[in-house]
């Protein structure tokens, strides 16, 4: 069983910056990646970035590219998600989540273990 807790979410002006992080217990398999989603209110959850644990490919929705960062720290089994250039439609419940066996690495029902959810509400 694998846990994750998250954190770093806030409140930020546009055009501002937040770093999300998470933990993760257990130890990762070949196949492990780790990912962010989001969901606004009355919205599907949706893909943010992902990362393989084994390499460190990442992947990003297209709504994020060139401003999100997804990035690991393998020692901590921990990811980050550096956001920059944040807008007002960025606001959202982030989650973090992990698969012990990831195929493409952006559907969300690839991921067995999901976090609390923490929340990043960006003002215009």
């Known amino acids: 069983q694998v846990q994750l807790v998250e954190s770093g979410g806030g409140l930020v002006q546009a055009g501002g910056s937040l770093r999300l992080s998470c933990a993760a217990s257990?130890?990762?398999?070949?196949?492990?990646?780790m990912g962010w989603f989001r969901q606004a209110p009355g919205k599907e959850r949706e893909f943010v970035a992902a990362?393989?644990?084994?390499?460190?490919?990442?992947y990003y929705g297209d709504s994020v590219k060139g401003r999100f960062t997804i990035s690991r720290d393998g020692a901590k089994i921990t990811v980050f998600l550096q956001m920059n250039s944040l807008k007002p439609e960025d606001t959202a419940v982030y989650y973090c989540?992990?698969?012990?066996?990831?195929?493409?690495?952006?559907?969300?029902?690839?991921?067995?273990?999901w976090g609390q959810g923490t929340q990043v509400t960006v003002s215009s």
């Open positions: 990362i393989r644990w084994s390499g460190g490919r990442t």
């Open positions: 257990g130890r990762p398999s070949s196949r492990y990646a």
């Open positions: 989540a992990a698969t012990g066996a990831v195929v493409t690495g952006i559907a969300k029902n690839e991921y067995d273990y």
